[in-house]
């Protein structure tokens, strides 16, 4: 029998990988960053890029430059100027950036053909980048490593979105698949996804949940622990230890050395990521009456202003510098004007949508939360005409402030129910109308849920018992016989 040779040759292939440009990163992070945040990014970036200056108040803004920043001898500049002004003329910043990005993929050797299925490839590899929560952008991480459907990959960004700062989610999944589009066994089938991740815990529906995601982690789904959490769960957060012993027919002990077990888990696994709870909310927006209408204000107390310094620029004109130097000038003039129109671009998609949830939610302003109407991000991004990634982005970590309090902008989005007139109520107005029958009730006899079924159901509204269970225990209101006063 003849040897088997092994061949070896040399092979060209070419290959395109999705590399994300350090600018359009920036512009990203710029949409989606806290006011606050985005004052120390543009702080550090005043720091590093010599170019930049920040304006005093007495200075024109940026939408009305100096003689000095128009002012160039040089034709290449002046191309580069006006093309970075063209910038701004565009809404979607994402939808501009395309010209940049098909650049770079040919200064990196990446495909000469800019193809529609690049563009998806793109578009799913945007979505990935989340806001500036760690514990977000560590979950997106270990979803970005999955190998996930892109209506998987979808749901999961919305799974993490609703993730509150303990790491449970704060929204239904049934309310969820209403605001994504998606239907409710692709949202259940990336919940189950999302449980596995890192920390264990992530995706809880509440305590007990996540008490028990942990037990089952280490193999002690069936201990006495886990029988205690599962079963007895209202007994343990009383410490009534007698009762439970009782119940479960074992030592007291037992159930002592079963508690010392709980007491290793973690009942917030996501307040590890949280760098400050306490941190002081700056408004984005302002919403006034002003004479006949509602009139929006964005809050730029705290954002630098910024120019490009005329120094810079005047070297370059008079020559005064080397190829080498007047190379690194331009690339910093060109990095700090790709800043300003970033920045720009980021307020003019806030107002934009804020001027949209005012006319969406006219009664809400007039009248209050009782009168929030259902509202989704993919209506908004329709009439914007951006792609509701781009809006939640946009409203992550930002804040409206209204003659009724400050709400996070995420709050005008929610879904709802119709009443039997056909008019449409959102979930937290129910939540509202709830509350505010149970504070109108006779504490000697408090309300029960049925009875608050049947209140509602006067006022047209026709919703499950267990809906109203379920919205009572979200606002942490105790049941009837809890309430009861004598």
């Known amino acids: 029998m003849a040897a088997q040779g092994f061949n070896q040759e040399l092979r060209q292939k070419q290959t395109q990988s999705l590399v994300l440009a350090p600018q359009l990163r920036q512009s990203l992070k710029i949409l989606q960053v806290a006011q606050m945040d985005l004052r120390t990014t543009i702080l550090e970036e005043l720091q590093t890029n010599p170019s930049l200056e920040e304006m005093s108040m007495d200075t024109p803004s940026l939408d009305e430059p100096s003689s000095n920043d128009s002012e160039s001898n040089d034709p290449k500049d002046e191309h580069s100027q006006s093309e970075e002004l063209e910038f701004g003329e565009n809404f979607e910043i994402l939808n501009k950036l395309d010209e940049d990005w098909r650049d770079y993929m040919s200064q990196v050797g990446g495909a000469q053909n800019y193809t529609s299925e690049d563009a998806e490839k793109r578009e799913h590899f945007f979505n990935s980048l989340v806001s500036e929560t760690s514990l977000q952008e560590h979950l997106l991480d270990q979803a970005s490593l999955a190998d996930l459907e892109p209506n998987q990959r979808e749901a999961i960004e919305y799974l993490v979105g609703s993730i509150d700062n303990s790491g449970f989610l704060s929204t239904s999944l049934s309310d969820l698949a209403l605001l994504s589009g998606l239907s409710l066994?692709?949202?259940?089938?990336?919940?189950?996804i999302l449980r596995t991740f890192e920390p264990t815990g992530i995706g809880a529906f509440d305590v007990q949940d996540c008490l028990l995601m942990q037990l089952k982690a280490k193999f002690r789904g069936r201990s006495i622990a886990a029988e205690i959490i599962r079963d007895h769960f209202k007994l343990l957060s009383r410490r009534r230890i007698p009762d439970i012993a009782r119940r479960m027919g074992i030592d007291v002990e037992e159930v002592q050395e079963a508690i010392e077990e709980i007491a290793q888990l973690d009942p917030a696994p996501g307040r590890r990521f949280a760098d400050d709870t306490n941190r002081s909310?700056?408004?984005?927006?302002?919403?006034?009456?002003?004479?006949?209408?509602?009139?929006?204000?964005?809050?730029?107390?705290?954002?630098?202003?910024?120019?490009?310094?005329?120094?810079?620029?005047?070297?370059?004109?008079?020559?005064?510098?080397?190829?080498?130097?007047?190379?690194?000038?331009?690339?910093?003039i060109r990095s700090g004007k790709f800043l300003m129109s970033s920045i720009e671009q980021r307020q003019q998609t806030i107002e934009r949508i804020a001027n949209e949830i005012i006319k969406l939610q006219k009664d809400f302003f007039d009248e209050g939360v009782s009168k929030l109407r259902p509202c989704t991000m993919t209506q908004v991004a329709e009439i914007v005409g951006v792609h509701e990634t781009t809006v939640s982005r946009a409203l992550a970590n930002k804040y409206m402030q209204t003659p009724h309090g400050i709400f996070e902008m995420k709050f005008f989005f929610t879904p709802g129910y119709k009443g039997s007139d056909g008019e449409s109520i959102s979930n937290t107005s129910v939540k509202d109308m709830i509350q505010q029958l149970i504070a109108a009730e006779d504490s000697s006899k408090p309300l029960s849920d049925q009875e608050i079924v049947t209140r509602l159901q006067e006022k047209d509204l026709k919703i499950a018992r267990r809906t109203v269970a379920k919205y009572r225990e979200e606002l942490g209101i105790l049941p009837s016989n809890l309430r009861r006063q004598y």
């Open 281 to 332: 909310i700056m408004p984005d927006v302002i919403v006034e009456w002003d004479e006949d209408k509602w009139k929006v204000t964005l809050n730029s107390d705290y954002i630098p202003r910024l120019r490009i310094s005329p120094t810079y620029k005047e070297m370059i004109a008079k020559g005064s510098v080397s190829k080498q130097e007047k190379e690194y000038i331009q690339e910093k």
């Open 185 to 192: 066994g692709e949202m259940q089938e990336a919940h189950n």
